[in-house]
Structures are given as C-alpha cells and as structure tokens.
C-alpha cells in the first residue's frame, strides 16, 4: 500500500517538477552563453573604437603592445614551424593512402589535400600556439594585477585600464594569430614538399606543385582563411582578458581561470572556425543552406 501511495507522488515529480526544472537549468544556461558573447563582443567593439584613436597610442601604451606582440608571435615562429612541419608529413602519409585507395597520383591529390588542410588547420593551429603561450598567461597576468589591487591603482591614477591593459593585448593576439597563421601554412607546404620530394612521393618540380596549390585556392579561400584568424583571435584574446577580470579576491582563485581561460578561448576558436565554414562556404556537410 505505501509503495501505491508513493508513485502518483513520483510519477508527479518525473513529469512535473523534473522537466521544470530541466527548462529552468537550460534557460540559465543559455542567458549565460548569450551573456558571455555579447560581452566579448563588446570587449571587442570596445578595442576597436580605442584602437583607431590616436590618443590611445602613448608611449606607455605602444610599450606595452610590442612587448606583448614580442612574446606573442616572434617568440612562437618556431613553435609554428614545428607544428606546420608535423602536419606536411600528415599530409604526404595521407596522399600516400589516397594513392593506394584511389589509384590517383600524388601529384594530382597533394594540392587538394593542401588546400583544405591549410585552410582549416593553419589557423586553429596558430591560435593553439597563441593562446598556449600568450592567451593563458595574459589571463594569468590580468588575475593577478586584479587580485593585488593594481588594476584599482591604475583606475585611481586615471588611467583607463582598457587602453592600458585590454587593448593592446588582445590586438596583438589577433596579429599574432594572423601572421603565426601564414608561417603555419607555409611550414606544412614546404615540408611536405620536401618529404615527398624526398621519398619519391612527389615527382612534379617545385614551382610546379606551388602554381597547383595556388590554383586550388580562391577568393573564398581567402576570406575564410583572413576572417577566421582576425575573428577567432580576437574572441580568443576577449575571453582570456574577461576572464582575467573576473576573478574573485583570492589568489587561489587565479590558477582556476587561468585554465578555464584556456579551455573557452579554444572552445570559441573552434565554434568561429564552424560558424564562418558554414557562412562563406554555406553547406553543412552535403546540404546546401544558403
């Protein structure tokens, strides 16, 4: 009789007060995200408006940029060459198996498989190699400063601490990844070149497999590979310094955001590389949305 009694009471619960709150939990989550994003987005319109005033540029200011783009990207070229050159041999492996699966050449394939990989890859990798070196210690940095009361400091001297500490940061982020980008892109293509070259793989001469690559390419190509470094450097950039801003009062909260930091700047990138696919190139896999 009591276990009769109790299943209107937990038949009740399942469809009624389970699904209220599931709506409640989703609803919190999505004001959250939709928060999160107009916030960078006003960080980043913020950054526009200061960086195209020339009262903003000081010599503290300009200081503190090229310190910033110094350890950004040209202390991470090697790093991109690195990481371009791991995925050039990627490349010849992967032509190699399309070879033998397909019964094309290598030479005919290579450029394809350049073209989307170079596209895709070069830009995601340079915002692994900006936000692993850059982007978490500029979170880092900013936790800190807030935590020991110089951000205050600042403020009270007059001092606006989005030109002085936003700003340059996250605009030297956006160049970094551009330009870290193309060094990327051309790490993959000469090392694949030279390894294929090198084990027989590739037979056609270098100028020859540069003109095919180029061929391959086109304006949208183009567009998708400036727009995705710019856009998902700056949302890259945003989310490292309101994180940074965010934290509480205690030092123990700064290794939290750090890493947390990390963990959203990467998860933008790829939503950006996602979101502007299926704007410029407007299919979802093999459906045609625009």
Not at 195 to 220: C, M, Q
Not at 247 to 269: E, Q, Y
């Amino acid at each position: 009789m009591a276990n009769a009694r109790e299943r209107p009471t937990l038949f009740r619960w399942f469809f009624l007060i389970g699904p209220a709150r599931t709506s409640e939990f989703l609803g919190e989550q999505f004001l959250s995200r939709l928060g999160t994003i107009v916030s960078i987005l006003a960080m980043l319109w913020a950054t526009v408006r200061l960086a195209i005033r020339p009262a903003s540029w000081t010599p503290p200011i300009r200081s503190i940029f090229a310190r910033q783009l110094l350890f950004s990207s040209v202390d991470g070229v090697i790093v991109a060459v690195r990481f371009g050159a791991a995925v050039g041999v990627l490349i010849i492996v992967q032509a190699a198996l399309w070879v033998d699966a397909f019964g094309v050449t290598t030479d005919a394939i290579a450029p394809i498989l350049w073209r989307a990989i170079v596209r895709e890859l070069a830009p995601l990798l340079a915002c692994l190699v900006v936000i692993g070196r850059s982007g978490i210690a500029i979170s880092t940095e900013l936790a800190t400063m807030l935590v020991n009361h110089e951000v205050d400091v600042l403020d009270a001297q007059g001092i606006d601490p989005m030109t002085a500490l936003v700003m340059p940061r996250i605009l030297s982020m956006v160049i970094s990844v551009f330009c870290l980008a193309i060094i990327t892109a051309t790490s993959m293509i000469v090392t694949g070149y030279v390894i294929g070259w090198s084990v027989g793989a590739i037979h056609i001469p270098w100028t020859t497999f540069l003109d095919g690559i180029f061929r391959e390419f086109n304006s949208l190509d183009l567009l998708f590979f400036v727009s995705k470094t710019i856009i998902a450097g700056g949302f890259a950039g945003a989310i490292c310094c309101i994180d940074g801003l965010s934290v509480g009062s205690s030092v123990t909260d700064v290794p939290r955001v750090s890493s947390r930091s990390g963990i959203r700047a990467l998860t933008a990138v790829f939503v950006v590389s996602a979101v502007l696919s299926i704007l410029i190139y407007g299919r979802i896999l093999v459906f045609k949305v625009l």
